[in-house]
C-alpha cells in the first residue's frame, strides 16, 4: 500500500511570509497527526485529527499556525506569518484502527531566513 | 504531563560492539513503538510492544517492554554501520485518544 504523501519536501521562506504543507494520508487511515522537529530532537506533536475532527491541538501555536482536514483525508498544515524560530522539519504521519502503529511521511524541510 | 526521557542522547560505538538504549517515564503507556529516523526522512517504525514484560526481536534488535508498562529498551547485538540513525521511542497514552509522546532521541553512530 502507498504510504503517507508530503509536499513540498523542502522550502525556503522569508520571516514574515506564509507558508502551507499538504498531507495525504494511508488510505482508510482515520487519525492523522502534524508534527514539528527540531534538528536531532524527538517529533512534536502539533494537532492531531480523527477524521476531519480535532482531537488534540494544545501545543499549536494558534496565534500563526491553522490547519484542517476538510472531508476526513487530505490534511493542509499553515503557518503565517513564519518565524526564523518555525524552522524545522515538519511531519504527517497516520494511524489505522489498530491505533498503536503510526506510519510517517518523509517530512518537509522548511528554512526561515 | 507525560514525558519520555532516552539515554544516552548520543552513541558512537565501533562496529560488532553491542549496546542498550533505555526509554523511562513515570507514566504508564498502552503501548510503546520504537522508530529509527535516517537524515531528510521520517521516522519508520520498528517495533510496537503492548503487554508488560514483553519482549520482541528483530534480527540483531531486541526490544522489551517494562512490567510496569513505563519504560522500554532497544539492545542492538553487533552493531553494524547500517545501524546509524536517531532512535526514537514513542508511548501512548492510556486515554484511548492515540496521542503520541515521543522521547528526546538517542543518535546512534555506528564506526566501521
Known amino acids: 500500500e502507498a504510504g503517507v504523501a508530503q509536499s513540498p519536501r523542502y522550502k525556503i521562506i522569508e520571516k514574515r511570509q506564509s507558508v502551507a504543507f499538504w498531507c495525504n494520508p494511508i488510505?482508510?487511515?482515520?487519525?492523522l497527526y502534524w508534527y514539528q522537529q527540531i534538528l536531532g530532537q524527538g517529533p512534536k506533536l502539533l494537532i492531531q485529527?480523527?477524521?476531519?475532527?480535532?482531537?488534540?491541538d494544545s501545543q499549536l501555536p494558534k496565534d500563526r499556525f491553522s490547519a484542517e482536514r476538510l472531508k476526513g483525508v487530505d490534511s493542509t498544515l499553515k503557518i503565517q506569518p513564519a518565524k526564523l524560530e518555525d524552522s524545522a522539519v515538519y511531519l504527517c504521519?497516520?494511524?489505522?484502527?489498530?491505533?498503536?502503529?503510526?506510519?510517517f511521511g518523509p517530512g518537509t524541510r522548511l528554512t526561515v531566513t | 504531563t507525560q514525558l519520555l526521557e532516552q539515554s544516552p542522547q548520543f552513541l558512537s560505538i565501533q562496529e560488532g560492539e553491542n549496546l542498550t538504549v533505555y526509554c523511562n517515564s513515570s507514566?504508564?503507556?498502552?503501548?510503546l513503538q520504537w522508530y529509527r529516523q535516517e537524515p531528510g526522512e521520517g521516522p519508520v517504525l520498528l517495533v510496537t510492544?503492548?503487554?508488560?514484560?514483553e519482549v520482541k526481536k528483530l534480527k540483531r534488535l531486541t526490544f522489551q517492554f517494562g512490567d510496569a508498562r513505563k519504560d522500554s529498551s532497544l539492545h542492538i547485538t553487533a552493531a553494524q554501520p547500517g545501524d546509524t540513525g536517531l532512535y526514537l521511542c514513542?508511548?501512548?497514552?492510556?486515554?484511548?485518544?492515540?496521542?503520541?509522546?515521543f522521547g528526546t532521541g538517542t543518535r546512534l553512530k555506528v564506526l566501521a
Open positions: 504521519a497516520s494511524t489505522g484502527n489498530r491505533g498503536y502503529e503510526q506510519y
Open positions: 488510505s482508510g487511515h482515520a487519525t
Open positions: 485529527f480523527q477524521n476531519n475532527g480535532v482531537v488534540d
Open positions: 507514566s504508564v503507556f498502552s503501548s
Open positions: 510492544v503492548v503487554t508488560g514484560g
Open positions: 514513542a508511548g501512548v497514552g492510556t486515554s484511548g485518544t492515540y496521542k503520541y509522546i
